[in-house]
């Protein structure tokens, strides 16, 4: 039996090969999952984009079995949201034929090792995801998960990631009381997200939306304009050519999730009252850049893990689950509106149709109303 692995230059995104390499046998304690379906959008863009700054390329390292004799160090296989299935067990508590939800990589199977097993959720203790982030490595049991619906896993593998980083950047600003921005009563904050578009960039603006004190302004190009002000959850939908029409001296908070560099000092170099500059993501890979030299607040990365474990500590895991889970049920109810869904599915099947998708996801040119999901 052989698996599929999608890999990704990482210093040439646009460049990618499949790699087809025979399985080996399962050592004792592990469990080879069946990758069925992975959602593909712009954060999986994002993770590769950061890849060596955010130690998103050490979850699934490329061995030099899968690199066919190039320099593995060179290839990458990107984390993607989705689900999978068991297919071997050599662990007493995880049977084969159990579904799980999680982190994977673009490839067909990947074996993990469980440890801290519980009813919910079970973790990798592979030792080359030791030093990572623990969200990212656990792995959740769908018979047991109050998310989960099955007939919802599309909607779950493409915006729950996503929409738990959404909520957690809206908790995070308003822990923050937005740094300052609505201290004046007699004038709103205005909060400006780039890459309007963008499925993490319109879940944050959803919540914000129903915030006091703030106007939530989307940035955006010229192509997604209609789709940005069709959502309703933006108060006003600008062109990025019109900045000019948010004024120089209103207070506000920039979400950064486009990471155009060029933009960026733009944008700083406009607001005069800028309280605070949060960089998010990178959906426009070709305009990435330094942050440094810009007047105003020095853009601060936002790692949504951090905000999670603060409230986690604060509310508890359950808590915090607790808030999560009544939030995305709203947020899921607008989505897939029967009269005006936010999001259309499509599924891509084969070696060749994922890489098509990945292409055209990378370029950034596609329909903001689609979602892609993905299977080997």
């Given at each position: ?7 990704v230059r990482?210093?040439q ?17 592990q ?35 899968q ?14 949201w ?5 297919t ?11 579904r799980l939800?999680?982190?994977?990589p ?11 097993v ?12 030791a030093?990572l982030?623990?969200?990212y490595?656990?792995y ?8 989960y ?5 599309d ?10 980083t959404?909520?957690?950047i ?20 205005v909060m ?12 944050t603006?959803?919540?914000m ?12 190009s ?12 933006y ?12 004024a ?28 605070f ?19 105003g ?13 603060k409230?986690?500590g ?27 869904p ?9 070696a ?15 329909d ?9």
């Amino acid at each position: 039996m052989n698996t599929i692995d999608f890999l990704v230059r990482k210093d040439q995104l646009g460049h990618t090969t499949l790699r087809n390499t025979a399985t080996t046998p399962l050592p004792g304690g592990q469990i080879r999952v069946h990758v069925d379906r992975f959602a593909l959008t712009s954060n999986n863009i994002t993770y590769a984009a950061f890849g060596d700054a955010m130690s998103y390329w050490r979850f699934f390292p490329v061995s030099p079995e899968q690199a066919s004799g190039d320099d593995a160090a060179m290839w990458g296989r990107i984390p993607v949201w989705g689900f999978g299935t068991v297919t071997e067990s050599r662990h007493a508590e995880v049977p084969v034929g159990e579904r799980l939800y999680g982190y994977f990589p673009m490839s067909s199977s990947v074996d993990l090792s469980p440890t801290r097993v519980s009813a919910l959720a079970l973790s990798d203790g592979a030792p080359h995801r030791a030093e990572l982030h623990a969200v990212y490595n656990q792995y959740t049991r769908c018979a047991a998960d109050p998310f989960y619906t099955a007939d919802t896993e599309d909607l779950q593998a493409l915006l729950r990631p996503l929409f738990i980083t959404s909520w957690l950047i809206d908790d995070f600003l308003a822990d923050n009381d937005f740094f300052g921005a609505t201290a004046n009563a007699a004038q709103r904050g205005v909060m400006l997200l780039s890459s309007a578009s963008s499925k993490t960039a319109y879940g944050t603006a959803f919540q914000m939306a129903k915030r006091a004190g703030i106007e939530v302004v989307g940035l955006t190009s010229p192509g997604n304009v209609a789709f940005c002000e069709s959502l309703g959850c933006y108060r006003r939908v600008l062109r990025y050519d019109q900045l000019d029409q948010v004024a120089a001296d209103a207070p506000c908070v920039y979400v950064d999730f486009a990471g155009n560099a060029a933009f960026r000092k733009a944008l700083h170099t406009h607001c005069k009252n800028l309280k605070f500059s949060s960089s998010i993501g990178g959906t426009h890979v070709s305009d990435l850049g330094s942050g440094k030299d810009l007047p105003g607040p020095k853009p601060t990365l936002f790692f949504a893990p951090a905000q999670i474990k603060k409230r986690s500590g604060e509310w508890g895991s359950q808590g915090l689950g607790a808030r999560l889970l009544q939030s995305w049920h709203g947020f899921i109810a607008a989505v897939s509106n029967p009269s005006q869904p936010w999001l259309t599915v499509q599924h891509h099947r084969g070696a060749e149709a994922v890489q098509a998708a990945y292409l055209q996801v990378l370029s950034g040119k596609g329909d903001a109303r689609v979602g892609h999901m993905l299977s080997l």
